[in-house]
């Protein structure tokens, strides 16, 4: 250590330095419109496809879901150059938390009926409706987590 004392002004111009680049990179890990588009499709074709009673109807419609998810997440980190975990999202972490406990609970209350009414009911399509449900929310659910954290950077939480 050679005692030197910091320059004030050294430190200040890369304390902004630090800011701009956290701005900087709030604005770039916004993912396109089509990105959350795609997530809910994949996601309502999925639920929709329990009312086709075949299990391997819906297999392959998990997998192809799975598929989706692992084509848009390499899309994802190849347009932005990054990747962040909504269950680790730092200085916003508690509110997304709590927000994904809430999808969870609606989730399986919203898939739970659609099944009851789908099998023990015999509604024939309930599970597409609810699949079209399920699908629009978790691709507005992925656009309002990525609004969070963006803000939660630009603020410098």
């Known amino acids: ?23 900087a990179l709030a604005g770039r890990i916004v993912q396109p419109w089509w990105w959350d588009v795609a997530l809910g499709l994949l996601f309502a074709g999925f639920i929709s496809s329990y009312s086709t009673h075949s299990g391997w109807v819906i297999g392959a419609a998990l997998l192809v879901f799975l598929a989706g998810v692992r ?3 390499a899309t994802y980190r190849r347009i932005t150059g990054v990747w ?8 916003v972490q508690e509110r997304v938390q709590r927000v994904m406990r809430w999808w969870g609970i609606g989730f399986l209350g ?4 659609g099944a009851a009414a789908e099998f023990l009911l015999d509604l024939r399509g309930a599970m597409v409706v609810v699949g079209a ?15 969070i954290y963006v803000a939660g950077l630009r603020a410098g939480r």
Do not use: I, K, Y
């Open 1 to 23: 250590m050679t005692g030197e004392v910091p320059d004030r002004d050294a430190a200040a111009a890369q304390l902004g330095a630090l800011r701009a680049d956290q701005s």
């Open 71 to 73: 084509a848009l997440g």
């Open 84 to 91: 962040w975990d909504a269950r680790e999202v730092g200085p």
């Open 110 to 113: 919203l898939f739970a009926l």
């Open 133 to 147: 449900l399920l699908g629009a929310l978790a691709g507005l659910l992925s656009r309002w987590v990525t609004q």
